[in-house]
């Protein structure tokens, strides 16, 4: 089976990177490819890079309540890429009231602090299992 594939991003000028990098090792820890943006990425570089990359999961992260126009951004282009079928993933410092409008604009899940990683990591491998099969591959 093909190592699921994870770009992980920092949108903006938020420079809060504890968060992403615990992260990117449980998920490299957990046998998945991590490839890791770097900060202050505008939406467009992050989803041209998923779709150079091929990821599987596109997951952004955000400690700087730049989220609510980030995001959809994000997930806006993608589709308007013909790429929307990836698994798209919100973490940090997000508001409630703010993740039900993230879930509407097309996120698929979003996890705020204090989130295990072995949650993050059963989700994503849950998401990418179903969709093989739905795939029938
Ligand atoms: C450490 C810290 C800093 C450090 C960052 C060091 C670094 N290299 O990262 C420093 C001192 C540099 C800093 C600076 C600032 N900070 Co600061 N900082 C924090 C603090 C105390 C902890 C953040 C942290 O690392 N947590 C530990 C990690 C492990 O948790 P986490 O990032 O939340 O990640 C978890 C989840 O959120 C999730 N997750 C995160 N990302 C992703 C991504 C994906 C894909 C997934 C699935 C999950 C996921 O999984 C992780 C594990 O559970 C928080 C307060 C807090 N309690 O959050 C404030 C906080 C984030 N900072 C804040 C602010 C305001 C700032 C400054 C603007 C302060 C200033 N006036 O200069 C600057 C901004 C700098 C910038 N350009 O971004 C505010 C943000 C307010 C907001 N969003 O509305 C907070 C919330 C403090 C507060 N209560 O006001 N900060």
Do not use: C, N
């Not at 990117?24 to 991590?34: P, Y």
């Not at 996120?107 to 994503?124: N, P």
């Amino acid at each position: 089976m093909a190592r699921i594939r994870v770009l992980l991003a920092k949108l903006g000028l938020d420079a809060h990177t504890i968060g992403v990098t615990v992260i990117a090792h449980a998920l490299r820890d957990a046998g998945m490819e991590v490839i890791y943006s770097g900060l202050r990425q505008t939406p467009e570089m992050v989803a041209s890079t998923a779709i150079q990359e091929d990821a599987d999961v596109v997951g952004l992260s955000s400690l700087s309540a730049a989220h609510m126009s980030h995001f959809p951004r994000v997930v806006e282009l993608l589709q308007e890429a013909g790429a929307g079928d990836k698994l798209v993933l919100g973490g940090g410092v997000i508001p409630a009231e703010d993740e039900k409008a993230l879930l509407e604009a097309g996120l698929h899940k979003v996890f705020t602090m204090g989130t295990a990683t072995s949650e993050i990591v059963a989700y994503i491998e849950d998401w990418v299992a179903r969709r093989d099969a739905q795939r029938g591959t």
